[in-house]
């Protein structure tokens, strides 16, 4: 079983609504990442979560703030957020942040008005 | 800067024929190399995945691997229609990040 659920699939917010992306694999990996898509673009990377510890942040702005409540689950909270945040935010999960097949969720469809 | 460079195209192929997909890479230390499908407006599809030089089948796919040359490709024989997306090359050093090629457009004519 190779799932990664991404909740929701799809997600209108306004600039100063708070809201969060929420993303769960029973896989066993250790290693779970977001990446932002924009159309034509390969993904992004934005965080990397190790053994629930965050291990990269790409210089993301602070209105995005991703949090690994345990090995299963990452969350992205979204707050004061700019109409070019809108974009695919895709959650991954590895075997380890350093080897392994990378799977990606179907993705969260954000549009910021 | 490691980087990962592919043909933006697109590869116009007609049904039936082999597509042919490549890749090259900066990093020497590279270890993993893998090939994403990616529908428009859907997430990455893992597809193939190769470690060590040579070739590696499944059912159509074939990824192909010289590290010599830095070099990766992806062959998609008897090509569908249903084969035409964006495909993705990934490559890993090792380190947490994947290194993303900007993805080559195939689209197979029926």
């Known amino acids: ?113 | 800067q490691k980087e990962v460079e592919q043909n933006s195209g697109p590869l116009s192929v007609p049904e039936g024929a082999i597509a042919s997909l490549n890749c090259t890479y900066s990093d020497r230390g590279s270890q993993s190399f893998f090939w994403y499908r990616q529908y428009s407006g859907k997430s990455p599809e893992l597809i193939m995945s190769i470690y060590s030089n040579g070739d590696k089948e499944d059912g159509r796919f074939t990824a192909q691997l010289n590290k010599a040359s830095q070099y990766v490709s992806l062959l998609i024989r008897d090509s569908q229609p249903s084969d035409s997306a964006t495909y993705l090359c990934a490559v890993g050093t090792g380190s947490y990040k994947l290194i993303f090629g900007s993805g080559t457009r195939l689209l197979v004519r029926p």
């Open chain 1, 1 to 113: 079983d190779t799932e990664v659920t991404q909740t929701p699939k799809h997600l209108v917010m306004g600039m100063t609504n708070k809201k969060s992306l929420k993303c769960e694999q029973h896989m066993g990996h250790r290693a779970m990442y977001w990446y932002k898509q924009k159309a034509k673009k390969p993904p992004e990377l934005m965080f990397v979560y190790s053994y629930e510890k965050l291990s990269i942040n790409e210089s993301v702005p602070s209105r995005f703030s991703p949090e690994c409540p345990n090995s299963s689950l990452l969350n992205l909270h979204l707050h004061a957020l700019q109409p070019e945040d809108s974009a695919l935010y895709l959650c991954a999960s590895r075997l380890r942040g350093d080897t392994g097949e990378l799977f990606f969720g179907e993705g969260s469809r954000l549009t910021v008005l």
